[in-house]
């Protein structure tokens, strides 16, 4: 997540909501600003930084394809080095390329390093050092990075979010919660925070701030919201809520689907989605998924670790 993204609601198949505004949309205008920046003037180093970071997040916020990204995100940060080889913006993008699509966490953390290095005025990539940290398992490093971020753009709703993240992973689920929560009072539009509410709330077993979250943040659950809480809480039938997440599994990430399965004590069809997505390869919200806590009963399960040392991401513990 990119702290131009503001006041997100996602905008895909998966996340149905109207793709006339969000960051969707706002990404892919912006890649059209750069492009025509880039062209006006080929020198302009910071257009293909511009670029190189919309590229990074555009499959987070929707449906744009990870290769594509991959390739054209590359491309163009490659572009922006070539003509400054000290833009730390085109380093952030590639650490978030290595994190998001190619599932690197050295090379993130090597290309975070030097984006703070060479850009220490950018809350960008302050926050995305942050992610890299928090994703492996560095998480007092991460909260600092994450308040120096914050320090240049104090409302930044993906920096937030990522402190509240941050506060989860760190064991402190009701304060994440209490963020998250703030930050959607004045972010109401932002489905990933809600999603990741949800999650949260899954989590800590409040089922009410679970459902009002996941029901503004992922829609596609529909009436079967209800199956689902019903049966993490141990007062619903577990198969006919096994059931209602096998109905989504064309319609949401593997690795939301993995923490459904595991909230509702499904944990082999947890590791099925998990090993689905890993798999696949094409899933940029599946490093940041994979070290929830929601998936401790699974953390003894090999095949569960050959997937977190795989990516090189440490769990919440």
């Known amino acids: 997540m990119d702290c131009e993204a503001k006041k997100a609601s996602t905008c895909s198949s998966r996340h149905p909501r109207p793709c006339t505004s969000g960051p969707e ?26 670029l190189a970071k919309t590229y990074a997040v555009l499959p987070t916020f929707g449906d744009f394809p990870v290769s594509e990204a991959l390739r054209k995100g590359s491309q163009a940060a490659a572009k922006a080095l070539e003509l400054n080889p000290q833009l730390g913006e085109a380093y952030a993008a590639l650490g978030q390329i290595a994190q998001n699509f190619q599932w690197d966490m050295g090379t993130a953390l090597r290309s975070y390093r030097r984006a703070v290095r060479f850009s220490p005025n950018d809350p960008t ?57 703030q930050l959607l009072r004045a972010n109401e539009g932002f489905a990933l925070g809600h999603v990741h509410l949800g999650f949260a709330a899954l989590y800590a077993r409040n089922w009410n701030a679970a459902a009002d979250a996941l029901v503004l943040g992922a829609p596609q659950l529909g009436p079967d919201l209800g199956l689902i809480i019903a049966a993490a809480s141990g007062q619903g039938n577990v198969q006919a809520a096994v059931e209602a997440v096998a109905r989504l599994e064309s319609r949401m990430p593997p690795s939301y689907l993995g923490l459904l399965y595991v909230a509702i004590g499904a944990h082999d069809h947890a590791i099925r989605m998990l090993e689905q997505g890993f798999d696949q390869g094409n899933d940029a919200n599946f490093p940041y998924t994979i070290v929830h806590p929601l998936l401790k009963p699974l953390h003894d399960n090999d095949r569960f670790r050959r997937i977190v040392e795989e990516i090189g991401v440490t769990p919440a513990r």
């Open 25 to 50: 949309a706002d990404l892919r205008a912006a890649l059209t600003f750069y492009e025509q920046a880039a062209r006006v003037d080929p020198t302009f180093d910071r257009a293909y930084a511009g």
């Open 125 to 181: 990539a302050h926050q995305w050092y942050a992610e890299g940290l928090m994703l492996t398992g560095d998480l007092d490093a991460a909260a600092a990075e994450i308040e120096q971020a914050l320090d240049l753009d104090p409302l930044s709703p993906a920096a937030l979010h990522v402190r509240a993240y941050q506060q989860l992973l760190a064991g402190q689920a009701d304060r994440a919660i209490r963020s998250f929560q």
